[in-house]
């Protein structure tokens, strides 16, 4: 499949899959009695989520794939090749770094629905 199309379906996948997650927590918190302690986890749980996914993207970007989508300088810079290529690349490191961020989105969706 081409970089591009894999890209966006993994920015749908996050896009369909978040509103859902945030109505399902928020109605978790809305509830007119006090919070529980189930309640009380789950909003720490989002918050620790977060930042664990931002952490996730930052290091695939910066050890993992970002160096394969700089350009190369053995290649010319005008050649339809090399713009092909980085295009493709470019696709590819954004396609990993949104994986923590769809896997965390999917599996909170599926647990969410449980409860």
């Known amino acids: 499949m081409p970089p591009w ?19 399902r927590r928020l109605q978790m918190m809305y509830a007119p009695s006090p919070w529980t302690l189930e309640t009380w986890l789950e909003s720490q749980r989002m918050v620790w989520e977060k930042g664990f996914a931002a952490w996730r993207a930052w290091t695939t970007l910066w050890f993992g794939v970002w160096p394969r989508s700089l350009p190369r300088w053995d290649q010319p810079l005008a050649s339809g090749k090399w713009s092909q290529r980085w295009h493709e690349d470019t696709a590819r ?7 923590p ?11 969410l629905r449980k409860k």
């Open 93 to 99: 490191t954004w396609h990993q770094a949104l994986k």
């Open 5 to 23: 199309i894999t890209l966006w379906t993994r920015s749908l996948e996050i896009a369909f899959g978040a509103p859902e997650v945030i109505a």
């Open 101 to 111: 961020y769809s896997t965390t989105v999917r599996a909170n969706a599926r647990r």
